[in-house]
């Protein structure tokens, strides 16, 4: 394998990583917490929506403290190793609470270890994400690094999402948390500890925070760009969450069928990422993005007639074609503002922009919160031991009408942005002409 590759390989394996918990997380908590522990879908909204709030306020923070870090490790290095550790800690006890909790107090649990879980996750993604503008710095080979790095995902996904009904049915949820946890533990170190950051020079700026955050506050790019990503991730959000609820009260059919649709998107998904990375390369990056945008809203038209496990599977899998363009494009949208603003200002706080991102990625819980209550003020559906009359168009709802809604607002955002070639800024000009497109490499 060439250096070249072998660094997209070390930085791209990384996002096995971490997908492999916040995913387990994501999908399973309210269908563990409200169908099994019986929360009830009213509380399990407030969870989210509270969350929202407070991932307002971190996030900018752990930015701004990884851009102004400086260390014999890096700046971004001690934050991916301490937080990988208290990320897998916390995972492990969102998935063990003690028995015979009474109401009140597994309501408080659940939102401790959510939100614990949850910043923790924002922490290593906001330093992992700030990595990626800094070490590939072309439109190649950004597009080669990040469609191997979807396609870890994806393959995560497939064992986080897709296997865990089967999984937990031999181990339970708390030792498939476990197993989770370490291993995506394990894999986050080894990324930290291979990929080599770019030298920040002892006289080099630190970024101020009130610059910074007043300087995406006038980005109006950042914000359209946000927004767009706020309400696709909502969406992919709510797929994650409803597939569950879907497969029991929609198709009734056993939960262990879950995994078939949820591997029908992502082994589809994995399948397609290098066919919008062609894309992307053969055409522009806008145009493929919104084209990604839409064909993911249109998807989610058959879901939503599908009544047997082989339609739904067909239907699903149109959904991961749309899927796996909008995230080969996603992350090449925020590395564009990135590079904008390190031109504009001269000043390198991928950390702090990363993170701005990511908090406007995950304003998605507002949405998937408003999404549980709508379905019990539409539908009655309270928890698992009181699901209302209509459980199973209560699932479809949160199934495949609230995410379509989402994408074509999302869809709509896409038309409000473009980007001229870029120009780096002299300090960062030798890194880039000095780099090797890995797309053009041989092993």
């Known amino acids: 394998m060439s250096e070249s590759r072998l660094k997209s390989f070390n930085y791209a394996i990384g996002m096995f990583g971490t997908s492999i918990p916040i995913n387990m997380l994501k999908t399973y908590a309210a269908i563990y917490y409200v169908d099994t522990l019986g929360l009830t879908t009213v509380q399990f909204s407030l969870v989210l929506t509270i969350y929202t709030f407070i991932d307002a306020l971190d996030n900018p923070i752990y930015g701004f403290l990884s851009d102004r870090t400086r260390s014999r490790w890096g700046r971004r290095r001690p934050w991916l190793v301490i937080g990988t550790i208290l990320l897998v800690l916390s995972f492990i006890a969102f998935y063990s609470p003690p028995v015979q909790m009474a109401a009140s107090i597994l309501f408080g649990y659940c939102m401790l270890f959510y939100f614990l879980t949850g910043t923790l996750d924002s922490v290593i993604n906001a330093n992992y994400g700030a990595l990626f503008p800094e070490l590939f710095r072309t439109d190649a080979s950004r597009a080669f690094t990040n469609a191997l790095r979807q396609a870890f995902q994806l393959v995560a996904m497939i064992i986080s999402i897709a296997l865990t009904p089967m999984v937990k049915n031999v181990l339970g949820y708390q030792l498939t948390a476990i197993v989770y946890g370490i291993l995506g533990g394990a894999v986050i170190l080894y990324m930290?500890?291979?990929?080599?950051?770019?030298?920040?020079?002892?006289?080099?700026?630190?970024?101020?925070?009130?610059?910074?955050?007043?300087?995406?506050?006038?980005?109006?790019?950042?914000?359209?760009?946000?927004?767009?990503?706020?309400?696709?991730?909502?969406?992919?959000?709510?797929?994650?969450?409803?597939?569950?609820?879907?497969?029991?009260?929609?198709?009734?059919?056993?939960?262990?069928?879950?995994?078939?649709?949820?591997?029908?998107?992502?082994?589809?998904?994995?399948?397609?990422?290098?066919?919008?990375?062609?894309?992307?390369?053969?055409?522009?990056?806008?145009?493929?993005?919104?084209?990604?945008?839409?064909?993911?809203?249109?998807?989610?038209?058959?879901?939503?007639?599908?009544?047997?496990?082989?339609?739904?599977?067909?239907?699903?899998?149109?959904?991961?074609?749309?899927?796996?363009?909008?995230?080969?494009?996603?992350?090449?949208?925020?590395?564009?503002?990135?590079?904008?603003?390190?031109?504009?200002?001269?000043?390198?706080?991928?950390?702090?922009?990363?993170?701005?991102?990511?908090?406007?990625?995950?304003?998605?819980?507002?949405?998937?919160?408003?999404?549980?209550?709508?379905?019990?003020?539409?539908?009655?559906?309270?928890?698992?031991?009181?699901?209302?009359?209509?459980?199973?168009?209560?699932?479809?709802?949160?199934?495949?009408?609230?995410?379509?809604?989402?994408?074509?607002?999302?869809?709509?955002?896409?038309?409000?942005?473009?980007?001229?070639?870029?120009?780096?800024?002299?300090?960062?000009?030798?890194?880039?002409?000095?780099?090797?497109?890995?797309?053009?490499?041989?092993?």
Request: hydrophobic letters at 50%.
């Open 192 to 443: 930290a500890l291979t990929s080599r950051e770019v030298k920040v020079e002892e006289a080099e700026e630190k970024p101020q925070l009130w610059d910074s955050i007043k300087s995406l506050l006038i980005n109006r790019k950042f914000w359209i760009a946000g927004f767009a990503g706020a309400f696709y991730s909502a969406a992919m959000s709510l797929v994650l969450v409803a597939m569950p609820f879907f497969v029991k009260y929609t198709l009734a059919i056993p939960d262990s069928q879950s995994t078939f649709l949820f591997a029908s998107v992502l082994l589809i998904a994995i399948g397609c990422v290098a066919i919008w990375a062609y894309l992307v390369r053969r055409f522009s990056l806008i145009p493929v993005w919104r084209a990604a945008l839409i064909t993911l809203a249109v998807a989610f038209g058959p879901l939503y007639f599908a009544n047997s496990l082989v339609t739904a599977i067909l239907a699903s899998a149109l959904v991961g074609f749309g899927f796996a363009g909008v995230i080969t494009t996603m992350d090449l949208i925020g590395a564009k503002i990135m590079d904008e603003d390190t031109q504009k200002h001269n000043v390198r706080r991928e950390g702090i922009i990363s993170n701005a991102m990511g908090f406007m990625n995950r304003l998605n819980g507002l949405f998937t919160g408003a999404a549980f209550y709508l379905v019990f003020v539409l539908f009655h559906f309270e928890s698992g031991k009181n699901p209302g009359p209509q459980p199973g168009n209560a699932a479809r709802f949160l199934l495949t009408v609230f995410p379509l809604i989402l994408m074509v607002i999302s869809f709509g955002f896409s038309f409000l942005i473009n980007f001229d070639d870029q120009k780096f800024p002299s300090s960062l000009k030798r890194e880039a002409s000095h780099g090797t497109d890995p797309s053009q490499s041989r092993s």
